[in-house]
């Protein structure tokens, strides 16, 4: 999918960051500008309109947090069935957006709609960085500190959550952190030197860690006692709940994932969960690992310190 668009991109100058190493937004250069452009937007992950439209926005706004950028405008990217949607839910949707787009000091230009048999709702986003502070997932240096600034288990909690085997008092703490704005995270990130950064969504830790080993020519090695994971996530994998994209995100691992620690079959599923706007994976210098965890700590992340960054070859290891 990447080949055919790096060659459309044809290498102009302009292009900080494009299709080749599949970042989490294109950089564009204009100027002395940097625009940070993105697109993205998902199915309902909860039966609140209003929260639901706060979340896809939220995701969508993670893209241009993941390359250390400040959103500035977005579009609405309605897919909206033409019947059967209870009347106010679509209007709802919309707000809730607003709302989340409102918090990210971001303007609302306008979108498009389509008829669609399945409700999917997002943005396109443009934002702007400095040139020289730009966060692109190769940008992962040997030796530095791993932090992931939201715990992890989304897909398991949505789908528990639409097959009635969790309640809405189960899916709380899980829609709270995906309400969450990725914007403090991000503005630390800059201010405490890190060099790269994704963020963490429908390929799970596995597929976007992997991403940031290609792109950066390094291993990445994770303590899985270290990851922070939603409660009940292993109750509801026992009980037989999964998801459709687990299976193909270990899958794409493959003889690039080595277990070192020896996991049974219901923890390895935290590592290949599809993530609804998840955290920021963020390659930190090791002299500012420890300050740059305590201001996210101190500004309401649940982050942690989970793992390294090794030379390459290019793999993800779990310790």
Do not use: W
């Not at 309109?49 to 390359?67: C, E, H």
């Not at 966060?135 to 528990?160: S, V």
């Not at 990851?227 to 687990?246: I, P």
């Amino acid at each position: 999918m990447i080949a055919p668009l790096t060659r459309l991109a044809g290498g102009d100058e302009r292009i900080l960051v494009g299709p080749e190493t599949g970042d989490d937004a294109g950089v564009y250069l204009l100027g002395e500008h940097a625009l940070v452009a993105t697109a993205d937007f998902i199915t309902p992950v909860c039966d609140d309109a209003r929260r639901f439209g706060r979340i896809a926005a939220a995701n969508s706004l993670s893209d241009v947090y993941a390359m250390g950028g400040r959103p500035l405008f977005a579009l609405n990217l309605c897919c909206f069935p033409a019947t059967g949607v209870p009347d106010g839910v679509l209007g709802e949707i919309l707000e809730g957006a607003a709302e989340a787009l409102r918090e990210a000091g971001a303007v609302l230009l306008g979108g498009h709609s389509v008829r669609d048999a399945e409700l999917k709702f997002g943005l396109s986003v443009i934002g702007e960085a400095d040139r020289g502070r730009l966060f692109t997932n190769a940008g992962a240096r040997p030796g530095q500190r791993l932090l992931l600034t939201k715990p992890l288990g989304t897909g398991i909690l949505i789908n528990a959550f639409k097959f009635d085997k969790l309640d809405e008092a189960g899916l709380e703490p899980a829609l709270r952190e995906m309400e969450r704005l990725n914007a403090a995270a991000s503005h630390l990130a800059v201010d405490h030197g890190v060099t790269g950064a994704t963020d963490i969504t429908g390929f799970g830790l596995s597929g976007h860690a992997l991403g940031m080993a290609r792109a950066s020519g390094a291993g990445i090695r994770i303590s899985f006692e270290r990851l922070r994971v939603y409660e009940g996530f292993y109750r509801l994998v026992k009980a037989g709940v999964t998801t459709g994209c687990t299976d193909a995100n270990e899958a794409n691992a493959g003889a690039s994932f080595t277990d070192h620690a020896g996991l049974d079959k219901v923890q390895r599923e935290v590592l290949f969960d599809p993530q609804t706007s998840g955290g920021l994976l963020l390659a930190t210098p090791p002299e500012n690992a420890a300050a740059l965890l305590a201001a996210l700590l101190a500004a309401g992340h649940q982050a942690a310190d989970i793992g390294e960054v090794l030379a390459g070859p290019p793999r993800f290891e779990v310790v």
